[in-house]
């Protein structure tokens, strides 16, 4: 079974090639702004470097969140336009889900914590186990601000700076990784999920920025 995945709900655009649960190659790109410039050809370039075409795809997965409300939206609607011209199975899997089996596997932990930056001075949090050769989530995701950072015994990941995070046991070079939300899905391969359900997860309300520039007519 090959897996084209996809996550582009922090700065990387990342995407990753698998066939069944073993990474073929893997593109983590953090040009700035780019996700809707580089989505598609980070794809083309996996796929013919492997000498894969997309009717070849069995599965495709993709990250839907928490994260950046503008990558989410192009992932999204990028892997579902692919599911639906070619006709392939998408599967959404949680981005920070990606993380916490990062995270799991590298340190080879039974429980690790998660926490991802939500770029307005908060951050995404939850808490997970080893579970059946995944993960299963042990705490709701929730949303707080960066002075709720609190003592947490978990050894944490995450993409937060880490002289934010006053906790000893973390490590902060950890984001959504294509490759993981691969993993995740081949083990959920058998799940029926309804294109209704294909949404990205914001977890919190879309907060607009006051432009700083001076309006050349005042109305």
């Given at each position: 079974m090959y897996i084209l995945a996809v996550d582009t709900s922090t700065e990387y655009c990342s995407v990753a090639l698998l066939r069944n649960d073993e990474l073929l190659q893997e593109i983590n790109d953090k040009t700035p702004y780019s996700h809707n410039k580089k989505l598609f050809k980070n794809i083309d370039t996996i796929l013919s470097s492997n000498c894969i075409k997309i009717?070849?795809?069995d599965l495709l997965a993709v990250g839907s969140g928490p994260?950046?409300?503008?990558g989410l939206r192009v992932g999204m609607s990028a892997l579902k336009g692919i599911a639906?011209?070619?006709n392939i199975k998408l599967l959404p899997v949680r981005s920070i889900d990606a993380v916490a089996f990062a995270g799991i596997e590298q340190f080879d932990q039974n429980k690790i914590t998660v926490m991802l930056d939500g770029k307005q001075k908060d951050m995404f949090t939850a808490s997970y186990k080893k579970d059946k050769g995944g993960i299963k989530?042990?705490?709701?995701?929730?949303?707080?601000s960066y002075e709720e950072l609190i003592?947490?015994?978990?050894?944490?990941?995450?993409?937060?700076?880490k002289d934010v995070v006053k906790i000893n046991d973390y490590y902060s070079e950890f984001f959504p990784r294509a490759y993981y939300i691969g993993k995740i899905a081949y083990l959920n391969r058998e799940k029926e999920i309804e294109d209704?359900?294909?949404?990205?997860?914001?977890?919190?309300?879309f907060k607009i920025n006051k432009s700083k520039k001076v309006p050349l007519i005042n109305l």
């Open positions: 009717t070849d795809i994260g950046s409300f503008t639906l011209a070619v989530l042990l705490s709701e995701i929730s949303v707080g003592d947490i015994k978990n050894l944490t990941v995450g993409n937060i700076p209704k359900m294909i949404e990205p997860q914001y977890y919190k309300n």
